[in-house]
């Protein structure tokens, strides 16, 4: 490897690893590289996010007689949607349970409100309304 080539790697990489510290994503472009602030490139879909980084399904599967990397790679894709999925259900998960919860809370604000708020009396109220099915 040339000294040039050296020196345009080792730049590179330094400006990779700062964007990072910078809480920033690099990644290539057909124009070039980019930089995106992680946390808005996460909220993107998963199939979003495998294309930016070229590690969609179909972008791998072209990759099968260039080199055995693709093996990782099509992991990769695999293993991100299967996380992004499960991140998505988590946030469905903790919705329901909000709603849930809101007549708990209810029910400690407004007893709270009063100064008789106590322990066998939640408990009471949470059997109340499981008896009533709310």
């Known amino acids: 490897m040339s000294e040039i080539i050296k020196d345009v790697y080792e730049n590179f990489k330094d400006m990779v690893l700062k964007e990072y510290e910078k809480g920033n994503v690099v990644f290539m472009t057909h124009d070039g590289p980019m930089t995106c602030p992680l946390s808005d490139f996460i909220k993107q879909p998963a199939e979003g ?4 980084l070229n590690r969609d399904k179909v972008t791998v599967l072209t990759m099968i007689k ?3 990397k693709w093996v990782n790679d099509y992991a990769v894709a695999i293993v ?3 996380l992004h999925n499960n991140i998505k259900q988590l946030g469905h998960e903790k919705q329901e349970l909000l709603e ?3 007549p708990i809370k209810e029910i400690i604000d407004i ?3 009063y100064n008789e708020l106590s322990v066998e009396l939640i408990y009471d109220k949470l059997n109340n ?3 009533v099915g709310v």
């Open 49 to 52: 996010l495998l294309y930016d």
């Open 66 to 68: 260039e080199h055995e």
């Open 80 to 82: 991100i949607t299967e």
């Open 100 to 102: 849930i919860l809101k």
């Open 111 to 113: 007893y709270e409100l």
């Open 129 to 131: 309304l499981l008896e």
